[in-house]
């Protein structure tokens, strides 16, 4: 389908959150795929954590709980 697999969104974003954060409960929003190779930029504040293209366009949203 030559875009990332739903799984590995789940995987970087587990990279940038903090280490002591404790989640009771999290909802995943998937709004737009991501093509192979396409330049990601992921955030964490406010309880959420989010993954933007290279066109700052949110593909995924992890409300966190």
């Known amino acids: ?3 990332m697999n739903n799984s ?8 940038v959150l903090p280490d002591n954060l404790e989640i009771s409960e999290f909802e995943c929003v ?4 991501i093509p ?10 406010e309880g ?3 993954i933007k293209n290279s066109n700052n366009e949110l ?3 992890l409300k966190i709980k």
Not at 8 to 15: Q, R, S, V
Not at 30 to 33: G, L, N
Request: with cysteine.
């Open 1 to 3: 389908n030559n875009h």
């Open 8 to 15: 590995k969104y789940l995987e970087y974003i587990m990279e």
């Open 30 to 33: 998937y709004r737009k795929q």
């Open 36 to 45: 192979l190779g396409e330049k990601i930029n992921i955030s964490y504040g």
């Open 48 to 50: 959420m954590c989010r």
């Open 59 to 61: 593909n995924f949203l």
